[in-house]
Antibody, heavy 121, light 112 residues
Framework: EVQLVESGGGVIHPGGSLRLSCAASGFTVSSNYMTWVRQAPGKGLEWVSVLYTGDHTTYYADSVKGRFIISRDNSKNTLYLQMNSLRVEDTALYYC??????????????WGQGTTVTVSS | QSALTQPASVSGSPGQSITISCTGSSSDVGSYNLVSWYQQHPKKAPQLIIYEVIKRPSGISSRFSGSKSGNTASLTISGLQAEDEADYYCCSYGGDTTVGVIFGGGTKVTVL
């Protein structure tokens, strides 16, 4: 079964760091465009970051650029999001999602259940 | 890059058809056939229901259809059913790899 399972969320103080994990099964993370999308409480979806196949090209939303790092461990078939210098406005449910093999902007067809990050003093 | 514009809510009676609009710009929706739509039920993850403007993933009901005219994409749900009550989000390629994808603000569909 094709599945994504996120973990690593929690409550953290502003300025702190957290690493989210997204374990994949039923397909290979390194062969797909993998993304993180977040949803603040009661709000809509916001694209956060993407990791391309092959050459490890990465892109980030302006709101997290310079603070977040997306990566993967092929041996564990797992995607990560290292979040540094966290702000209150980073509070959200974080989803990982699989992008179309041609590019994630063609559509994201597999989503995890999400992991919650709360940044609060 | 600004979020795509969707109506906050749309409602309809069972069996009716409803249409949700998604307005972007000539830099995103208007320039690329890379609009997708996602359905999200409460407390659930989003689900892809339309991609590349008009295509449906395997297993998605034919009651869902997509279209585009100029800078505005649309999602039509025909034969509205109670299970269609959910939030719907459009998404478009932002026109530049550094921009990524842009989501709409979401539309709450209520089945009366």
């Amino acid at each position: 079964e094709v599945q994504l399972v996120e973990s690593g969320g929690g409550v953290i103080h502003p300025g702190g760091s957290l690493r989210l994990s997204c374990a994949a099964s039923g397909f290979t993370v390194s062969s797909n465009y993998m993304t993180w999308v977040r949803q603040a409480p009661g709000k809509g979806l916001e694209w956060v970051s993407v990791l391309y196949t092959g050459d490890h090209t990465t892109y980030y939303a302006d709101s997290v650029k310079g603070r977040f790092i997306i990566s993967r461990d092929n041996s564990k078939n797992t995607l990560y999001l290292q979040m540094n210098s966290l702000r209150v406005e980073d509070t959200a449910l974080y989803y990982c999602a699989r992008g179309d093999i041609r590019g994630y902007y063609y559509g994201m067809d597999v989503w995890g259940q999400g992991t919650t990050v709360t940044v609060s003093s | 890059q600004s979020a795509l514009t969707q109506p906050a809510s749309v409602s309809g009676s069972p069996g009716q058809s409803i249409t949700i609009s998604c307005t972007g710009s000539s830099s995103d929706v208007g320039s690329y056939n890379l609009v997708s739509w996602y359905q999200q039920h409460p407390k659930k993850a989003p689900q892809l229901i339309i991609y590349e403007v008009i295509k449906r993933p395997s297993g998605i009901s034919s009651r869902f259809s997509g279209s585009k005219s100029g800078n505005t994409a649309s999602l039509t749900i025909s034969g509205l059913q109670a299970e269609d009550e959910a939030d719907y989000y459009c998404c478009s390629y932002g026109g530049d790899t550094t921009v990524g994808v842009i989501f709409g603000g979401g539309t709450k569909v209520t089945v009366l």
